[in-house]
């Protein structure tokens, strides 16, 4: 039997009556009938669409508490990542930022620079994923990459509309902001919960990240959660303003949340004025929040600024001052780190600071400790910011009884025994090492220790190293308690059965972790180097590395001024590399994890740059002759031509060269009477001819059989929308690994796009500027291609 037509008429203007009264009172805060009229209405759709269940639509008011899902949370990948944001702390570091802007836009004067201001709501980070305008998804943020599958939790906040308002949007939207709980609902959730003789929250934040990770969207629906958006993801089939204040209005229009405290202001005056108002209104706002989010308004200057490899360089966080507060300290224990690092910690009398509980508190080092001349027994401040780890700023020494206790470094490891050392600070220039002491103290017992063994795996085995999946913390652990791992080599000798004798495993999951560890051994160089865990080298350095030297090899002959020619490594970083690599320690864990058939992907010649490319002159500027700047060695290579000539010069044949000052031919005098020194320019000389960077080399058109060439040299690539076949950091890897430059945004100087399924702004653009746009499968094959020749 078909429905009345007078039904669906009116089932349909009660849906729109209903989500224009929930618009006006959650978006708005401007109800415009009373709670009854609401109520009544609701209940006329609920008995219509009881009555005529073909009514029900999954965008109806009443149909926001779906049913519960049947397992956990699902995963989701987001198709454009969910970054975090650089913070500021002190005015200084806001001037540094906006100074940045206008020397990469080349404005010398930011004055009439725009920049929208938000509070930073203290929520979680979600991402809303809107399809012909109907709400299809809902995540967390996650770790920026994956999040949390949390539709059906999100669809019972009124704040958030299951269909959009208006007309215009895009075919596909996705919309990020922050769901929070107002103070107030916090407060009557706690004084239920007490009543109720239930834990309360610690605050709001962890109110509603408990409230989202309910199993039973009923239980998520009575809680007072509210949702603000603060940006837009992917947009495809539609566009959108092209500022970031006028896309949140529009956003509003479409019967979204926003903050009203957002503004747009002028230049770095306009900022502090604004940061200064909200700081003085903050205890008087309804709801938590920890900061002001500064961004560019242009998004096309956006787009010109891009991004480094966490966050944007177009936008900031400007956190509030820390708060504080005082306990007792004590004892200080100490905790050994991955390099061996013998680090305090203050174990304190628990105090509820920065909306947490804390018990435990950062003395970083011993010089710390001495500067603040911390005692155990002693009155201390602590201080916790946002999320950075609490830490003692302050000791009452008025406070004090005389039995406090002063704080001494152990003689021995805490874990394994071995002897505590003090690490030097060596200091290079000018030719010259100063040594110091160190702040650090260090456990020598490396790999023998358990606790620098478990650190040591933890980041061997992480994602952006050799990726090992099922390897957690706890079963690092359970291997290393249990001497079946010793180094990181024994993971590959690791058998199934071992791992049948960890707690929790079956014999399914004992075949993928070993199957996993199989699998790892082919591996890209890059995250080889990365999971080594050299100090000083993190995820980009070991990328730059990889890129620049090519092999492995290589890398662990290289001079430290050799490695000062590769983009963005100084002087201290070579000699971390270097002293890393001739360590007999380091040598034999290295040597061990190639035997037991690590197969390092993608290595190759040195960077074409870096053929041929070190002249004369280039080197003696890295020898760092006293006197001797840019125009002295380019004078001393004309005259020289070769390192020979020159080191067997003497006073009477400088005198000769022209152009070179009294003070650098004293200074070239004065190296040359060291041994040393002569044997050091000898030894970097050397190295240049056998890594092919020698000005008398020949540059290598094609590489060899062996070693594939870098086909994208001065290439930049951009990756947009979802990738089928791979992850984007996996395709990231390999474009590095050829050669290519991965930029973050579309510009003029863009060689290709690769764009997968729900590609966006970004597909619009290149197709503006005529850049190439290739799809997955032509990227693939031609990787295939590229990686083959």
């Not at 919960?193 to 309910?214: C, I």
């Not at 500027?621 to 004078?635: F, N, Q, Y």
């Not at 005198?655 to 020194?677: T, Y």
């Amino acid at each position: 039997m078909s429905l009345p037509e007078s039904v669906i008429e009116r089932a349909e203007s009660l849906r729109r009556e209903l989500e224009a009264h929930n618009y006006r009172y959650y978006v708005l805060d401007d109800p415009s009938v009373p709670d009854s009229e609401y109520d009544r209405l609701f209940q006329e759709l609920q008995g219509l669409e009881a009555e005529y269940p073909e009514l029900q639509t999954d965008t109806s008011p009443t149909q926001r508490v779906g049913r519960k899902p049947d397992t956990g949370f699902a995963e989701v990948q987001h198709r454009q990542p969910m970054l975090s944001l650089d913070n500021a702390f002190e005015p200084a570091d806001m001037a540094a930022f906006v100074r940045r802007i206008g020397e990469r836009l080349g404005m010398p004067d930011t004055a009439e620079l725009e920049f929208a201001c938000e509070p930073k709501l203290d929520g979680i980070a979600v991402s809303l994923m809107y399809q012909q305008g109907r709400l299809v998804q809902a995540a967390t943020r996650g770790d920026g990459y994956t999040g949390e599958d949390i539709t059906l939790n999100v669809r019972t906040l009124k704040s958030v509309p299951l269909r959009l308002l208006g007309e215009g949007w895009p075919d596909e939207l996705e919309v990020r902001g922050e769901i929070y709980m107002p103070r107030a609902g916090f407060e009557t959730l706690n004084a239920q919960a007490r009543e109720a003789g239930e834990k309360t929250f610690v605050n709001p934040r962890n109110a509603a990240a408990g409230s989202l990770r309910q199993l039973d969207p009923a239980v998520t629906a009575r809680r007072p959660l509210e949702f603000c958006c603060y940006s837009t993801g992917v947009v495809t089939g539609g566009s959108l303003p092209e500022r970031h204040a006028q896309r949140l209005e529009q956003l509003h229009a479409w019967g979204l949340k926003i903050n009203p405290e957002m503004r747009v202001v002028e230049g770095l005056s306009g900022c502090q004025d604004y940061y200064e108002r909200l700081a003085e209104k903050r205890d008087s706002l309804p709801y938590d929040i920890d900061g002001i989010v500064f961004k560019v308004n242009r998004l096309d200057l956006q787009e010109q600024l891009g991004y480094i490899a966490r966050a944007p360089r177009w936008a900031i966080a400007h956190k509030f001052p820390a708060q504080e507060e005082t306990t007792r300290l004590k004892a200080v224990e100490f905790q050994v780190g991955r390099t061996g690092a013998i680090t305090p910690v203050a174990r304190l009398e628990p105090v509820f600071v920065g909306g947490v509980t804390v018990s435990n508190a950062t003395l970083h080092n011993m010089d710390e400790i001495a500067r603040l001349d911390v005692r155990e027994g002693d009155v201390v401040t602590v201080r916790r910011a946002g999320d950075v780890i609490p830490q003692i700023v302050q000791v009452q020494k008025e406070r004090r009884q005389g039995d406090e206790r002063e704080v001494q470094i152990p003689a021995h490891c805490p874990v394994c025994g071995s002897d505590v050392e003090r690490a030097r600070l060596v200091k290079r220039g000018k030719g010259r090492e100063q040594v110091s002491e160190g702040a650090v103290y260090r456990c020598v017992g490396r790999l023998s220790c358990q606790a620098q063994l478990i650190q040591a795996l933890i980041h061997f085995v992480s994602r952006k190293a050799m990726d090992i999946d099922g390897l957690g913390e706890k079963n690092i652990e359970l291997l290393v308690q249990r001497e079946l791992v010793r180094s990181p080599a024994d993971l590959y000798r690791l058998r199934v059965d071992d791992f049948l004798q960890l707690e929790g495993f079956a014999q399914l999951s004992s075949e993928n972790l070993y199957n996993a560890i199989a699998a790892s051994r082919k591996v890209e160089l890059a995250r080889f180097i990365y999971a080594l865990g050299i100090p000083e080298v993190g995820e980009g350095t070991a990328r730059t590395l990889a890129a620049q030297l090519g092999t492995l090899q290589r890398l662990r002959e290289a001079e430290p001024l050799l490695l000062t020619w590769l983009p963005d490594i100084g002087l201290e970083v070579g000699h971390e590399i270097h002293n890393f690599m001739q360590d007999s320690h380091n040598r034999q864990v290295i040597d061990d994890l190639l035997a037991q058939g690590i197969e390092l992907q993608h290595e190759s010649e040195i960077a074409a740059e870096l053929q041929a490319a070190i002249g004369l002159d280039r080197l003696l500027l890295r020898l760092d002759i006293p006197g001797v700047a840019k125009t002295g060695a380019e004078s001393l290579a004309r005259y020289f031509k070769s390192l020979e000539s020159l080191l067997s010069a003497d006073e009477s044949v400088l005198a000769e060269v022209p152009r070179l000052s009294r003070k650098a031919r004293d200074g070239i005098m004065s190296c040359l009477r060291q041994p040393e020194w002569v044997e050091q320019a000898r030894r970097l000389e050397q190295q240049l001819r056998a890594f092919g960077m020698h000005w008398e080399c020949e540059p290598k058109a094609n590489a060899s059989a062996e070693v594939s060439a870098q086909p994208l040299q001065g290439q930049t690539w951009v990756l947009t929308g979802t990738l089928e076949q791979m992850t984007r950091d996996q395709a990231r890897a390999r474009l590095l690994s050829l050669g290519a430059k991965v930029s973050g945004s579309v510009s003029g100087k863009t060689h290709t796009l690769v764009a997968g399924p729900g590609a966006g702004s970004k597909l619009s653009k290149a197709e503006q500027l005529g850049v190439p746009v290739m799809d997955e499968a032509a990227f693939l094959a031609q990787l295939e291609q590229w990686e083959a020749s």
